[in-house]
C-alpha cells in the first residue's frame, strides 16, 4: 500500500508526467482497481491529449472489459 500511496502523490505532484502516469495506472490495474485505472489515464489525458501511450493502455483496459467501442477509438488514436 505505500507503493500506490506514493505513486499517487508523485502523479499529484506531477499530473503532466506521462511515464509517472502511466507506472500508476498499471499498478492500478494490476491491483484489479479498473474503474481508477480508467480515470487516471482520462485525467492524463485531458494533460495531454495525444498521449499514445496513455491512449493504448486505456484501450487496453477498456477492451478487458468488453468495452469495444471505447477500446476501438482509444487504440484508433494510439496507432494514428
Known amino acids: 500500500m505505500q507503493a500506490a500511496a506514493a505513486l499517487k502523490a508523485a502523479v499529484e505532484f506531477s499530473p503532466d508526467d506521462e511515464a509517472l502516469v502511466l507506472k500508476a495506472a498499471r ?19 485531458e494533460q495531454k491529449p495525444r498521449g499514445l501511450s496513455v491512449h ?13 467501442p471505447n477500446a476501438k477509438q482509444a487504440l484508433r488514436i494510439a496507432l494514428s
Open 27 to 45: 499498478f492500478q490495474r494490476a491491483d484489479g482497481l479498473k474503474g481508477e485505472t480508467i480515470a487516471s489515464l482520462l485525467r492524463a489525458l
Open 56 to 68: 493504448a493502455l486505456l484501450g487496453s483496459v477498456y477492451a478487458s472489459q468488453i468495452r469495444s
